[in-house]
């Protein structure tokens, strides 16, 4: 698989309250809840966002709640990865489980600005800029997420496996 | 080489003698538990995916604590699809509202949770439950559903960290003080994918209240999992409120650890988190002149018995400051109960504190004590990030129950010895 899409750069410790604020949690509708992703990180990026764009962003990102709706919400908005120097735990399962694609890379988040054009192959975990032409590897993940992924879900996964 | 606590529940959970930090392990649960906001989503997946089977309908715990009594349309609509499951596969451990407390209080009340468990939650605080030497997570919506066809969940097994708090506590630091500085110390991020294992002198003393609060917190410093070893207080609080077998399990003292970090308990005074993370702490006598619009008592950290008392302590014969809306939220209705049978709920109401049913709402912002644009608040909650409790230009102050309610008073943070 792979995605090219604009950068939009976010800072350290991004919470999932301002991925999602709270305020927006009583509903479980993905296009609902994507009409306020990122709000309280930046008001605007539901309506500047475009179909494919990446979201690049410091260490610890998606800390914080449990909720799903994180990455569910980015997703929905169109975006194509995210690519961080470290993920929260519980972000990062969820990520997986639902099908958002994630790369850590502290090297491509440090060399990447906002607004440059990215392209991922996600299947070797190879990140290139395409405005500056430099490349960059992310961590691969291990083969049994790498398994959930490929079976859409960890739900189709558990469904493969016969339970 | 021995093992830790966590270690060893998750091998008995996978049926082997020992396990290494880093193996990645598929383990039968013990309890899987989801509340308003997380289950409907488990549950759409759940019926989606055509697994129609709950592999045992006693394990699965489902309460309703965030936005009930239903705050608006959307959240009712939400509360409904989760009643109507529950009746559908007849969950024994369904608490709506009425019966439901706020679910990290709720569940070690009921007796549901036991020391060494494996406890998996779709809520970030499900960590709260290591306190009573169970390992317990919080994972994702989609996470449970498959466990709740399953009975098991994968894991990498985490390395530990231990943490040792040596010397007498002083009276005025409670566990809620012991965990933000520990956040403080080593950083929201501090404990990535690590266990957090709390021992020492100053544990052995600290009350199961302080104990869950504690663990309440591992996740704020990205802790997978916070724990402390079961000893004869974990015995007296579960004897009478758990009817099944348990075991007790302890770290091998020749454990491996990632790191051992000690923490003399005797220098440290209240902790206030600024916002707008938890690990952004400060002594309370240097935190300087910080005007507070509203005071939040209550929550899976600080809504048990013993925050209550120590909140009444201070309210006693006092009355909150004209400029504060102070609310108060006993975190279930058994802690409600035995709150006015002590007397606390009638210090409560003369000090013109607001009492409220057992709720997240104002914790997340969701309902119950949203703030406004500019304002601030001091609260017994969790977190602090930007916009949690209302407006993303509000601020929140996190702090034990006694500092809150002293500040409530005051009108502005102070420590409750400075209470006139």
């Keep these: 698989m792979e995605f ?41 990026f539901s309506q500047k966002v475009k179909m494919g764009d990446i979201i690049i ?30 993920f929260a735990r519980i972000f990062f399962r969820n990520s997986i489980n639902i099908g958002l694609p994630i790369f850590e890379s502290p090297e491509a988040v440090d060399g990447i600005q906002e ?45 493969k496996k016969g339970c | 080489m021995g093992m830790t606590i966590t270690e060893k529940i998750l091998a008995a959970h996978i ?72 009746r559908k596969h007849h969950l024994p451990h369904f608490y709506d509202v009425g019966e439901m407390g706020i679910e990290h209080c709720l569940l070690p009340e009921k007796g549901i949770v036991a020391p060494g468990d494996v406890i998996i939650g779709a809520d970030s605080h499900t960590c709260t439950y290591g306190a009573l030497g169970a390992f317990a997570t919080g994972m994702g919506s989609t996470d449970i559903a498959a466990a709740m066809a399953t009975g098991e969940a994968w894991f990498k097994v985490p390395e530990t960290i231990k943490f040792i708090y040596s010397g007498r506590l002083p009276a005025d630091i409670t566990g809620k003080d012991l965990i933000l ?22 544990i052995d003393k600290l009350s199961m209240d302080g104990r869950f609060t504690m663990a309440n917190m591992a996740i704020e410093a990205g802790g997978k999992n916070g724990i402390i070893a079961p000893d004869k207080t974990t015995q007296a609080y579960v004897q009478d409120r758990v009817k099944r077998p348990w075991t007790a399990y302890q770290s091998d003292p020749d454990a491996k650890y990632a790191r ?13 988190a600024l916002p707008h993370l938890p690990s ?12 507070i619009q509203q005071v939040v008592i209550g929550s899976c950290t600080n809504g048990r018995m013993e925050d209550l008392r120590q909140a009444a302590a201070v309210f006693k014969g006092k009355k909150v400051h004209q400029n504060v809306r102070c609310i108060i939220f006993p975190g279930t209705q058994a802690i409600y109960k035995q709150a006015m049978q002590e007397g606390l709920m009638d210090i409560f109401i003369d000090a013109n504190v607001a009492v409220s049913t057992p709720t997240c709402g104002p ?19 969790n977190r602090n990030f930007v916009g949690r409790m209302g407006h993303p230009e509000s601020e929140v102050y996190l702090s034990n129950p006694a500092v809150a309610a002293a500040s409530a008073i005051a009108g502005r943070i102070i420590h409750p010895k400075e209470v006139k």
């Design chain 1, 4 to 44: 090219q899409g604009y950068i939009w750069k976010f800072g350290k410790d991004i919470d999932t309250d301002a991925i999602i604020p709270a305020r927006y949690l009583n509903t479980t509708s993905p296009e609902e809840l994507a009409k306020h992703c990122m709000e309280d990180a930046d008001p605007t």
């Design chain 2, 260 to 272: 051992v970090i000690e923490i003399d308990v005797e220098k440290l005074e209240p902790v206030i």
């Design chain 2, 181 to 202: 500085h520990t956040i403080g110390l080593i950083g929201v991020d501090g404990a990535l994918y690590q266990a957090m294992e709390f021992t020492g002198e100053a």
């Design chain 2, 280 to 291: 952004n702490t400060c002594p309370v006598s240097k935190v300087g002149n910080i005007e």
């Design chain 1, 57 to 86: 962003a410091d260490k610890n990102f998606g800390c914080g709640s449990s909720r799903e709706h994180a990455p569910i919400c980015i997703k929905a908005a169109g975006v194509s990865c995210v690519i961080a120097k470290t």
């Design chain 1, 115 to 159: 607004g440059d054009l990215v392209k991922v192959d996600a299947d070797q975990g190879t990140i290139v800029n395409l405005t500056t032409g430099r490349s960059y590897q992310a961590k691969p993940l291990p083969p049994f997420m790498q398994e959930i992924i490929k079976a859409g879900g960890l739900l189709e996964y558990v469904k």
């Design chain 2, 363 to 381: 914790c997340l912002g969701g309902h119950m004590g949203i703030l406004a644009k500019g304002e601030r608040a001091l609260s017994t909650t």
């Design chain 2, 15 to 86: 049926g082997r003698d020992r396990i290494e930090p880093g193996d990645l392990v598929t383990a039968k649960v013990d309890v899987i538990l989801a509340n308003d906001v997380t289950a409907p989503v488990a549950i759409q997946e759940f019926e989606r995916s055509g697994l129609n089977k709950i592999f045992d309908p006693d394990r699965i715990v489902f309460v309703l604590d965030h936005f009930v009594p239903a705050k608006d349309i959307k959240s009712a609509e939400q509360a409904k699809i989760i009643r109507e499951f529950a």
